[in-house]
Structure formats: C-alpha cells, structure tokens
C-alpha cells in the first residue's frame, strides 16, 4: 500500500506565496500522474495541477500563470509552488498519485486572507 504524505500548507495574506510537497512512500510501484486537487467549503473538489512521469503539466485555468507544479521521480515527490495567492484559493489541498489505483493524501489546508 502507499501512502502520499503532505506538507508546506498554512495561512498567507493575499499576493504571498506557498509552496506544497507530497512525498509518496510504502509499497512504491509505477506512478504515472501526480498531482493535487483542492476542495472549499461547500464546494466539490476540483483539480488544481496534474503533472506526467515524463513531465507534462496541466492546470486549472483559475491557478495559470500563478501555480506551478514540478516532479522528482528519484524521490517519489511531487510540489506546488502557489504564487499571487487569492482568497479564493483557500481550500484543503489534496496530493493525488495513480498508479495501479488512485491515491490521495490526507489533505493540507490552505488559507489566504484579504
């Protein structure tokens, strides 16, 4: 079984930045896309950053131009660089792996004032 373990979440003012990792460890096979999703109050979760083994990214087109995702597949890791942050990016933050199934971490909360 992995595990993906998060960290790097907290409170930032509006315009600040934070920057998230995900490390995957356990029973490691082939992971294929890495990424995270985020879910507000009273909102469905939605996808953030998705990023390929071989390193092509997508993004939401609320976060483009202010996130950016970037891998280490030596160290199992995935990160998110938050820049320009909004109030409106304040969620729990989830680390997502595929691999022979789908893999989610416990989720870090995100919270950015006005």
């Known amino acids: 079984q992995m595990q993906l373990v998060e960290s790097g979440g907290g409170l930032v003012q509006a315009g600040g930045s934070l920057r998230l990792s995900c490390a995957a460890s356990g029973s490691i096979f082939s992971i294929n896309a890495m990424g995270w999703y985020r879910q507000a109050p009273g909102k469905q979760r939605e996808l953030v950053a998705l990023i390929t083994s071989v390193g092509i990214t997508h993004y939401a087109d609320s976060v483009k131009g202010r996130f950016t995702i970037s891998r280490d597949n030596a160290k199992n890791t995935v990160y998110l660089q938050m820049n320009s942050l909004k109030p409106e990016d304040t969620a729990v933050y989830y680390c997502?792996?595929?691999?022979?199934?789908?893999?989610w971490g416990q989720g870090t909360q995100v919270t950015v004032s006005s």
């Open positions: 997502y792996a595929a691999s022979r199934s789908p893999y």
